[in-house]
């Protein structure tokens, strides 16, 4: 069983930048791969990023591709999320969830969130 937490959300200007971090608990992170997921409101959960355990591929929604950055260190049992150029329809509620196997759609475990806002 893994824990995870998010960090790092907040009121950013369009165009701004963001790194949020998901911290993990238990001695098997390494053996799951990470997925950012974000909801806003009266929408459904979109994918964002992923990340293997296996060979550290990292996967992109098209809507972030280019402007967001996946990426975790197995020995801090941290990943991050860099989000740049960021635009006004960013804004959510993110979770990093953590699955045995990348998937796009579904998860293992997931963290409570962390807000992100983007003013115009």
């Known amino acids: 069983q893994v824990q995870l937490v998010e960090s790092g959300g907040g009121l950013v200007q369009a165009g701004g930048s963001l790194r949020l971090s998901c911290a993990a608990s238990?001695?098997?992170?390494?053996?799951?791969?990470i997925t950012w997921f974000r909801q806003a409101p009266g929408k459904e959960r979109e994918f964002v990023a992923g990340?293997?355990?296996?060979?550290?591929?990292?996967y992109y929604a098209d809507s972030v591709k280019g402007r967001f950055t996946i990426s975790r260190d197995n020995a801090k049992n941290m990943v991050y999320l860099q989000m740049v150029s960021l635009k006004p329809e960013d804004a959510a509620v993110y979770y990093c969830?953590?699955?045995?196997?990348?998937?796009?759609?579904?998860?293992?475990?997931r963290g409570q969130g962390t807000q992100v806002t983007v003013s115009p």
């Open positions: 969830a953590a699955s045995l196997r990348f998937m796009r759609d579904g998860y293992n475990y």
């Open positions: 238990g001695r098997t992170f390494g053996a799951y791969a």
């Open positions: 990340i293997s355990q296996i060979d550290g591929s990292t």
